[in-house]
T-cell receptor, first 111, second 107 residues
Framework: NAGVTQTPKFRILKIGQSMTLQCTQD?????MYWYRQDPGMGLKLIYY???????DKGEVPNGYNVSRSTTEDFPLRLELAAPSQTSVYFC??????????FGEGSRLTVL | RKEVEQDPGPFNVPEGATVAFNCTYS??????FFWYRQDCRKEPKLLMS???SGNEDGRFTAQLNRASQYISLLIRDSKLSDSATYLC????????FGAGTRLTVKP
């Protein structure tokens, strides 16, 4: 009963490095989302996808890229890590009712 | 007007108190609404869904006012364990959250 799985859970990056946060769901949901949450703040939508092959920008897409080649996977790529990208990243998928199912989060620190 | 706006809080209440938060939304076509609870450094978890006028689950009541475009969350007999941030979501393609309302229940 996996639901939404994110990896890695923790990561420290140096400025300028790149990395990919992985997200996979086993509920056959069409909709998937990436959020970031800075300390003491709300969730900000980075990118979302309404189905395989379709992605769109959210509120804060700069510095990130996504792809959706399959229904299950929605990886988030950081190309040139910056200290401003230090945050907790949550991936989520949603059912047709609109209910969101979240991964446990990935904590990223850029030094 | 933002898609979703919440009472900014924070709310600090004693145990046993009744507390209510509001969430206003801009998309009048929305048919479903959700309240999530988020504990510190954890992922949000579904608390209640609202599809018609309201929903009740134990000490928690969610109400929908379509005319004024807001949903409310009422917590009766607050417990220490209710301390968390409460988030509302009005489903749309890009699924944006309100900023959240922080609740602290004190002994």
């Amino acid at each position: 009963n996996a639901g939404v799985t994110q990896t890695p859970k923790f990561r420290i990056l140096k400025i300028g490095q790149s990395m990919t946060l992985q997200c996979t769901q086993d509920m056959n949901h069409n909709y998937m989302y990436w959020y970031r949450q800075d300390p003491g703040m709300g969730l900000k939508l980075i990118y979302y996808s309404v189905g395989a092959g379709i992605t769109d920008k959210g509120e804060v897409p700069n510095g990130y890229n996504v792809s959706r080649s399959t229904t299950e996977d929605f990886p988030l790529r950081l190309e040139l890590a910056a200290p401003s990208q230090t945050s907790v990243y949550f991936c989520a998928s949603s059912s047709n009712t609109g209910e969101l199912f979240f991964g446990e989060g990935s904590r990223l620190t850029v030094l | 007007r933002k898609e979703v706006e919440q009472d900014p809080g924070p709310f600090n209440v004693p145990e046993g108190a009744t507390v209510a938060f509001n969430c206003t939304y801009s998309n009048s076509a929305s048919q479903s609404f959700f309240w999530y609870r988020q504990d510190c450094r954890k992922e949000p978890k579904l608390l209640m869904s609202v599809y018609s006028s309201g929903n009740e689950d134990g000490r928690f009541t969610a109400q929908l006012n379509r005319a004024s475009q807001y949903i409310s969350l009422l917590i009766r007999d607050s417990k220490l364990s209710d301390s968390a941030t409460y988030l509302c979501v009005v489903p749309h393609n890009d699924m944006r959250f309100g900023a959240g309302t922080r609740l602290t229940v004190k002994p």
